[in-house]
């Protein structure tokens, strides 16, 4: 079926983005704390040495070959650890699916990080 494929994707598929037709409401979710120190004028404290806290974890109990609901269970399965890391100020970083098995990457302290990260969050709802 790729052999079907004879035109190459153009090197630029998209025009180039005009900043200027953005809403600040379009914006500043993907600026996470960014956006709040600018705003602040503090962006030359931009760059910033965090401790973080990598942790992979490996997940099973998908038949992605077999079972015909297997991406609608992975969908809620990532659905469910999103909302259960960003209740910590994790984040989810990479989902890997391959012969070795399923992981996730989940990544404390970037780009969300507190003053008593190291103490621990114990306590917090």
């Known amino acids: ?30 600026l996470l704390p960014v956006y709040a120190r600018l705003r602040s004028g503090q962006g030359e404290f931009l760059a910033e040495l965090r401790p973080t806290v990598a942790l992979f974890v490996r997940f099973q109990g998908i038949d992605y070959d077999h079972d015909p609901e297997a991406g609608d269970k992975l969908d809620g399965y990532i659905r469910w650890v999103q909302t259960t890391v960003a209740r910590y100020d994790g984040t989810l970083i990479d989902l890997n699916i391959g012969d070795k098995g399923s992981y996730l990457y989940i990544n404390f302290g970037a780009p969300l990080a507190h003053e008593d990260g190291a103490a621990g969050r114990r306590g917090r709802p």
């Open 1 to 30: 079926m790729l052999a079907a494929l004879h035109d190459p994707a153009p090197a630029t598929p998209w025009a180039p983005l005009d900043g200027a037709h953005l809403h600040e409401d379009q914006v500043r979710p993907w």
